[in-house]
């Protein structure tokens, strides 16, 4: 069965400094995709950024980069310059070659001013 | 504008009642799931369809039940509402692929209160 651990719960950080939020994800399908969502306080899941497992490239979309290694199965999150609007809950999220999305408990990310 | 709707906000029931949560939406997507969110525990996948008349059991499909007669439509379905299962529930949808994006859109949630 697939699994995803996102193992720190909740996560500070300064205003303008990078932060990395830490992902892990267990399948057996040879082909996934993993995904990052955003939820802010007001609720709506917000999609960041795909990375697929072929891909050879880290995924980049504006300030949020993935930092893939598929040998470790690790997605980490990585946002630059943080703003206040980045206080949010963070899902890393797989979709195997099923359709089946399945996502980890979340990080909670709050930005400091 | 892509669009998943959910039918309802907020919504309070007794324990025992049947409750039907409903989503739509306006994207011609094969896929629909259903999540419930709990604090520290994430989303987790209840049921999903690929396609009308479709289903498959997620994580905890437990106490739910679901219907997929038209392909817009995912109904979730509890059979006799329990306190346990007060949560926030989130539908979504995607379209069909083997492997690679897009991305699943979801609606805005319902936050069933049972009491």
């Known amino acids: 069965a697939q699994k995803i651990t996102q193992t720190q719960p909740g996560m500070f950080v300064q205003e303008k400094e990078a932060v990395t939020l830490d992902c892990t994800y267990d399948?057996?399908?040879?082909?996934?995709?993993l995904f990052w969502y955003k939820q802010p306080s007001s609720g709506e899941m917000i999609f960041l950024i795909y990375?697929?497992?072929?891909?050879?490239q880290n995924a980049t979309e504006g300030r949020y980069s993935l930092n893939f290694q598929k040998a470790r199965k690790s997605a980490n999150l990585v946002i630059s310059a943080s703003q206040l609007g980045d206080s949010a809950m963070y899902f890393c999220?797989?979709?195997?070659?099923?359709?089946?999305?399945?996502f980890g408990p979340g990080t909670s990310l709050s930005v400091i001013p | 504008d892509v669009k998943v709707t959910q039918s309802s906000r907020y919504l309070v029931k007794r324990t025992g009642e049947k409750v039907f949560l409903e989503c739509v939406q306006d994207m011609d997507h094969e896929n629909m799931f259903w999540y419930r969110q709990d604090p520290g525990l994430g989303l987790r996948l209840i049921y999903f369809?690929?396609?009308?008349?479709?289903?498959e059991k997620g994580d905890i499909p437990e106490g739910y039940s679901v219907s997929r007669e038209k392909k817009e439509r995912f109904s979730l379905i509890l059979e006799s509402a329990s306190t346990n299962q007060t949560s926030m529930y989130l539908c979504?949808?995607?379209?069909?692929?083997?492997?690679?994006?897009?991305?699943?859109?979801f609606g805005q949630g319902t936050r069933l209160t049972v009491v």
């Open positions: 979504a949808s995607s379209l069909r692929s083997d492997l690679f994006p897009p991305e699943a859109f």
């Open positions: 990375q697929g497992s072929y891909d050879q």
């Open positions: 399948t057996s399908d040879p082909s996934y995709g």
């Open positions: 369809s690929y396609d009308v008349k479709m289903k």
């Open positions: 999220a797989v979709k195997t070659s099923y359709d089946k999305v399945i």
